[in-house]
């Protein structure tokens, strides 16, 4: 046994991988306004609930296809790339986590921003990979400048979260082009709510990733399904590493639930359409009660109040049945994020803010 001041701990303590894991957002049983976790307010594609009525249950006897085929094939369709430049797993964390693993492996630091997605740090430390936060700027911008010094690779998310803040191409290809030698992350999880997306860089730079993710735009965080698009060569080195660890990582009925959603893009378009649209209305509404917010182009408003602290008003909020995220972390202590809802989930918001605050 050790002795570590009065506590008495067993040797094989030191031993153990000790992580400080990641901290989702609630997902409460009851209902409730849920505009915590950034998941999208409307079902899926009409095809993913019509492929669970006729799923082929006898078909979850056998172990699902290891390449995850069929899905790989619609998403090489939907990017207009080929199969072999495409790589899936169960949700971006999956293949995020993966990437690390495969991707990080210097003794130099991984890069990425000091207020971004907080599961980049808990990976780091997870696989002991070195690691140095840069700073946004005081509006909350990445400053490409800090990722041309020397690094163990770099990942960022574009648009960044929880900021809603999204880079143009031209700033994403600056700091992909300074960083040649080491693989370059994009965390596209909002992408099809803001712009351009890093994809079609991918034949130009040999060493660029981008993750996407079906949990957001698509509607199904329930599913687990994230992918990840760049070359072939680092594609077969995410593959050897995810054949190294589990070979089955994706379910069947998330297989075939996912090909119905790439394929309806019609339905997807519409989705997005009808979440920028309550995005835009909810931006003036929050103005008009006087929030500060940086301008989104994701799914959720990263918003402050000059007269109301942030935890206050998320506790009050939480307390009338609608859950927002609350960090109160270091920089955005006066900081909330609020998912985008329908029109009458973010009416409720406003209503209680209205109140909450005698206007
Ligand atoms: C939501 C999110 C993810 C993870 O999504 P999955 O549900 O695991 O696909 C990854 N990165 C960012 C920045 C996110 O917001």
């Not at 001041?5 to 992580?19: D, L």
């Not at 989702?24 to 950034?38: M, R």
């Not at 060569?233 to 660890?245: C, G, Q």
């Not at 049945?321 to 989930?345: A, F, H």
Request: glycine share 6%.
């Amino acid at each position: 046994m050790i002795r570590m001041g009065k506590e008495i701990m067993r040797a094989f303590e030191k031993n153990i991988r000790k992580v400080e894991p990641y901290v989702p957002g609630e997902q409460p049983q009851n209902k409730v306004i849920k505009l915590n976790t950034n998941e999208n307010p409307y079902p899926p594609a009409p095809g993913v609930a019509r492929a669970l009525r006729e799923m082929d249950t006898d078909r979850f006897r056998l172990y699902p296809d290891p390449a995850c085929t069929p899905l790989v094939e619609a998403l090489s369709e939907f990017y207009h790339v080929n199969r072999d430049q495409v790589f899936v797993g169960v949700g971006s964390d999956d293949v995020l986590s993966m990437c690390f693993l495969t991707f990080f492996n210097s003794e130099k630091p991984v890069l990425f921003p000091d207020i971004t997605y907080s599961f980049y740090k808990v990976w780091a430390e997870l696989y002991r990979i070195p690691y140095e936060c840069q700073k946004l700027d005081e509006d909350f911008r990445i400053v490409k400048e800090d990722y041309y010094k020397e690094n163990g690779g770099v990942i960022f998310p574009n648009p960044n979260a929880p900021t809603a803040i999204y880079e143009e191409l031209e700033v994403v290809e600056d700091i992909i082009k300074a960083n040649r030698d080491v693989i370059v992350i994009v965390d596209e999880a909002y992408i099809d709510f803001a712009g351009r997306s890093a994809v079609e860089l991918i034949g130009q730079y040999d060493n660029l990733i981008v993750v996407q993710t079906f949990s957001k735009a698509r509607s199904m965080a329930g599913m687990r399904i994230g992918y990840a698009v760049s070359n072939p060569a680092l594609i077969r080195y995410l593959n050897d590493v995810k054949y190294s660890f589990n070979s089955y990582t994706m379910n069947q009925a998330s297989l075939v639930c996912g090909v119905e959603a790439v394929r309806d893009k019609s339905y997807f378009e519409e989705g997005i359409r009808k979440i920028i649209k309550t995005r835009e209305w909810a931006k003036g509404e929050f103005s008009k009660l006087g929030f500060r917010f940086l301008d989104s182009s994701a799914n959720f408003i990263f918003a402050t109040h000059p007269e109301y602290d942030a935890k206050e008003l998320f506790e009050a909020l939480k307390a009338a049945g609608i859950y927002v995220r609350y960090w109160g972390s270091e920089r955005i202590e006066q900081y909330m994020r609020i998912t985008v809802g329908t029109r009458e989930e973010m009416e409720a918001l406003f209503a209680f803010l209205r109140k909450y605050m005698g206007k």
